[in-house]
Every structure is written in structure tokens, then in C-alpha cells.
């Protein structure tokens, strides 16, 4: 027992001289008086290590010439430890934005199980108060899942000021830090949202919630969830938004679910086929030789698997519309053709609906000019 004890304690002996031999104090302390704003962070952070006592002294001369850089950062991390939060605040609150962002992001990074950090940031919100959300310190909380700060950001969300882009800054903070338990919360904010830019904020946030992109990788557990509550939201969706689902489901790999996001949403638009059904009609002017016009009305119906959104079929319609249909006038009188092409800017529900379509767009043709007219109705549907 005697032996094991002296052999512990010789350890220690051993362990305590070669830090006091690594540790030189003195000459930290030296060369902190005598390096450059640029530099001094890094004594600082060497003594900090070794000999707290001695750097608690150094830090109000250290923080009042250092410039901000990848080694203020560690100095900064050095200084929190330390318990110099006031110093650090003021620090960060002085620099520009982009190396506030920096320093913030820094600390951030350095909060996940270490409580000093979130103590810290705690405090800086608490001593902060509104300033710490408009200069954007809630960067550093995407991982500090500490409960304090979760439930920081709990409140900010569900009091929110009436800055708008603070609240989505702090929304995507939220989702990536509250993780599967802000799911329920972006539902709730999609039901009361109606600006499309807002709510395309609030579709993103999924994604986030589910921490695509995330070091730490991405949470498949979380991923189902918000697969899911995105399917379920789409068809409430329109124009941005709607666009915005598709997005974000691929970036959470739900590459079926997003393929189908226009069937989804126009799912009472489906035909017995499974598909959309969109009213076309094309008109042919042909220009003849003999100075005479002839006009080629051609009605008939377009068909989609629902893979696309109806604000993009009056574009894909053309090229397919030429393959699946003959346009001949202008050849058979050797003449110039002119083809236009109209599209109905949403889906059928029946075919009356694009009879009815027909028929409005042939009333508008009506005076168009022609020696004469031809109207073919187009029995095979154009499949897009």
C-alpha cells in the first residue's frame, strides 16, 4: 500500500514540475506585453492554459489591443473559461459584423457539452437583451443544446419581435437546435403564414430541423418526421412555397416524395389515369405562295404524370405539341408557317373543363383574319 502511495504521489511530483517546466509565466507574461495586436491572443491563450491566475490579470490589457483573427477566437474561448464575460461581450459587440460573426461562430462551435459556454451565452443574452438577437449571437446556439439556451430560443419564438428577418434568422437556429421537437411548431407557423416569402422561410426550415448539412450528420429519425409534415403541408401550398417543398425534400434525400409534389398538391385534379390533364389549343397560320392565309385551329388536351408544376407546362408545351401533332397548311401551299400555342394555366378536372377552355380561346380567334379557316380537333393527347 506504502509503495503504490509514494509511487502516486512521485507521479504527481513528476507531472507538477514538468507543467511548472512547460509553464513559464514569466515570460508569457513578457510576451504578451511585447506582441503585436495581431499576435497577442496567442500568448494570452498559452497562459491562459497553464496559469489561470496570471492570465485573469492580462485580460483587460489583451482585449484592449487585440484584433480580431482565427487566434482572437481561441483567445476569446480562453477568456469565457476564465469568467472575463463582460470583457468578451464588449470585445464582440465592437467588431465589425463579419468578425462578429466570426468570434460568434467560434464560440458557438466550442458550446455543445461544455456548460461554461452556454452560461456564457446565457448571460450574454441576459445582459444583451434585444441587441444579442439584432447583432445575430443567436448564431452561435444552432448546436448549444444546452437547456437554457433551448429554452432562450423556445421564447424568441414563441414571442417573437416585429423584426421579421430576425424572426427567420432565429427560426432556422431554432429548428437546427430543437431538432424533431420544432416539427410540430412549423406546422403550427405554416397554418398561420400567408406571405409566400415567409412561409417558403418556414418550408426550409425542415430541412434544418432534420440538420441537413450538419457536421454531426444528418438525423434519419428526424428526417421521417419532417418528411412527412412536409408531405402533409403540400397541398395547402402555392406558387413559392410549393416550389420551396419540392426543394427541401430533395435536400432531405425524399427524392420520390419530392418528384411527386405537383400530384400531391393537385391530387384532386387526377384523372382515372393518374395523370393531369391540361386544355391546349395551337394555331397554324399559313402564309401561301399565292398570298392567300390559312388558319389551323387544332384543339386537344395535354398529359402529365404530375411531376411538374402547371406554371412550367405552357413552356414544355410547344416542342412536345409539334411532335405529337401534324401542322401542314403552310407546306401544302408552299408557304411560311407561324404556330402559336395556348395552354391552360392549371389543370382539368373533367373534360368539360377543357372543352370549356376550347371554347374560349376559339371565341378569341374568332376575328382573326383568314381566307380560310380549318379546325381540326386532336384526338391523340400530348403527353409532356
Known amino acids: ?20 517546466e512547460d509553464c513559464n509565466a514569466g515570460e508569457l507574461r513578457k510576451a504578451i506585453t511585447a506582441a503585436s495586436p495581431a499576435r497577442v491572443a496567442i500568448p494570452y491563450s ?26 482572437a477566437n481561441r483567445a476569446l474561448l480562453a477568456a469565457i473559461e476564465l469568467g472575463q ?40 443574452h441576459a445582459t444583451l437583451g434585444d441587441t444579442f438577437w439584432d447583432d445575430r449571437w443567436y448564431r452561435s446556439l444552432a448546436t448549444c443544446r444546452h437547456p437554457d439556451i433551448q429554452d432562450l430560443l423556445r421564447t424568441e419564438i414563441n414571442e417573437p419581435s416585429s423584426n421579421r428577418g430576425r424572426f427567420f434568422g432565429v427560426l432556422e437556429v431554432y429548428s437546427r437546435n430543437l431538432g424533431a421537437e420544432s416539427i410540430d411548431k412549423l406546422l403550427e407557423l405554416a397554418g398561420e403564414i400567408q406571405d409566400p416569402e415567409e412561409l417558403t422561410y418556414v418550408v426550409n426550415a425542415f430541412a434544418d430541423a432534420a440538420q441537413v448539412g450538419a457536421l454531426e450528420g444528418q438525423d434519419l429519425t428526424t428526417t421521417k418526421a419532417a418528411v412527412d409534415a412536409l408531405v402533409s403541408l403540400v397541398p395547402t401550398l402555392d406558387g413559392m412555397p410549393l416550389e420551396q417543398s419540392r426543394t427541401t425534400l430533395e435536400s432531405l434525400g425524399a427524392l420520390d416524395e419530392a418528384a411527386r409534389v ?7 385534379l387526377l384523372w382515372d389515369d393518374g395523370r393531369l390533364h391540361y386544355s391546349v389549343v395551337a394555331v397554324e397560320t399559313a402564309r401561301c405562295k399565292n398570298g392567300k392565309v390559312r388558319l389551323g385551329v387544332h384543339t386537344g388536351s395535354a398529359i402529365e404524370k404530375g411531376v411538374r408544376f402547371p406554371n412550367t407546362i405552357a413552356a414544355a408545351a410547344p416542342e412536345a405539341i409539334s411532335f405529337a401533332w401534324v401542322f401542314n397548311l403552310a407546306e ?53
Open 262 to 268: 405537383p400530384a400531391l398538391r393537385y391530387a384532386d
Open 1 to 20: 500500500m506504502n509503495v503504490h502511495i509514494l509511487v502516486l504521489i512521485t507521479g504527481l511530483f513528476v507531472s507538477s514540475s514538468a507543467m511548472a
Open 85 to 124: 464575460d463582460e470583457l468578451v461581450m464588449e470585445w464582440v459587440g465592437a467588431l465589425r459584423s463579419d468578425e462578429r460573426s466570426s468570434a460568434v461562430k467560434a464560440i458557438g462551435l466550442a458550446c455543445p457539452g461544455n456548460d461554461t459556454t452556454a452560461r456564457f451565452l446565457s448571460q450574454a
Open 332 to 384: 401544302k401551299c408552299k408557304g411560311r408557317q407561324t404556330l402559336e400555342y395556348f395552354v391552360n394555366t392549371m389543370p382539368s378536372a373533367t373534360p368539360e373543363e377543357i372543352k370549356a377552355f376550347h371554347a374560349q380561346t376559339l371565341a378569341e380567334l374568332e376575328n382573326r383574319a383568314a381566307t380560310k379557316r380549318y379546325d381540326f380537333a386532336e384526338e391523340r393527347e400530348v403527353p409532356l
Open 46 to 71: 498559452e497562459l491562459a492554459e497553464c496559469s489561470p491566475n496570471d492570465a485573469k490579470r492580462q485580460s483587460k490589457n489583451v482585449f484592449g489591443r487585440m484584433i480580431a483573427g482565427p487566434e
